[in-house]
């Protein structure tokens, strides 16, 4: 099945300063690429996704970039601010045989000091 | 107010014991998903279901079963035969037609302890 690996596990910024976590992907099929925030002790929400016929989406602060080639994309958060402090996890969706299913990162631990 | 809802909270078990999770949605999406998170683990998929009275297996289903006899339904049961059950449980729902198709959303969890 689709393996996604994600770096780093942990993150620290400065506030104002920018963040980028990085997420590979196996399956070559994939076609949409999310990005999950998770607070302590919350639901994972999504903050932007890709999909494969687009190579940068940018939401306000976020942005996201997809190289299919390279078979990987990333997450970049600019003028970082301490709520932003949270995990992150990358998804890939698995191939058609798993139906809309994603398969995630491990994870990424951002922390955000003022 | 449309949403997913997961019961309960909060589960202590006694080992050898089975227990359900809940889990309803108002949505309306077809597909519905089970995956545990485990620190340092990210999310694995347990089962998944893209329609009514069918179901997968996904990446780590054993020791766990499901059913889904109705759209907004999907429950999930913690057997003894799981090995290290003690973790949090998130349930979540997709639509598989339209727009955002494929974009998850999760109820708020279920912590299981296992004593």
């Known amino acids: 099945g689709e393996n996604v690996e994600q770096h780093p596990s942990t993150l620290s910024v400065q506030e104002g300063d920018s963040a980028v976590i990085k997420c590979t992907y196996s399956d070559s099929a994939s076609n949409y690429f999310p990005w999950y925030k998770q607070e302590l002790g919350k639901r994972p929400q999504l903050i932007i996704d890709i999909r494969s016929n687009v190579g940068e989406k940018k939401d306000q602060r976020i942005a996201v970039t997809l190289n299919k080639t390279a078979k990987h994309f990333s997450l970049h958060i600019t003028e970082t601010q301490p709520e932003d402090s949270a995990v992150y996890f990358c998804a890939a969706r698995m191939n058609s045989n798993s139906g809309y299913a994603l398969n995630f990162g491990k994870g990424t631990s951002l922390l955000v000091t003022p | 107010d449309g949403g997913i809802t997961q019961s309960p909270k909060y589960l202590f078990r006694k080992e050898g014991q089975n227990v359900t999770l809940s889990c309803e949605q108002n949505l309306n999406h077809d597909a519905m998903y089970w995956y545990r998170q485990d620190p340092g683990q990210g999310l694995r998929l347990i089962y998944y279901?893209?329609?009514?009275?069918?179901?997968q297996k996904g990446d780590i289903a054993e020791g766990y079963s499901v059913s889904r006899e109705k759209k907004e339904s999907f429950p999930l049961t913690v057997t003894s035969a799981q090995k290290n059950p003690t973790a949090f449980y998130l349930c979540a729902s997709s639509k598989t037609s339209g727009r955002a198709v494929g974009e998850l959303f999760f109820g708020e969890g279920s912590r299981l302890t296992v004593l």
């Open positions: 279901s893209q329609i009514v009275n069918d179901f």
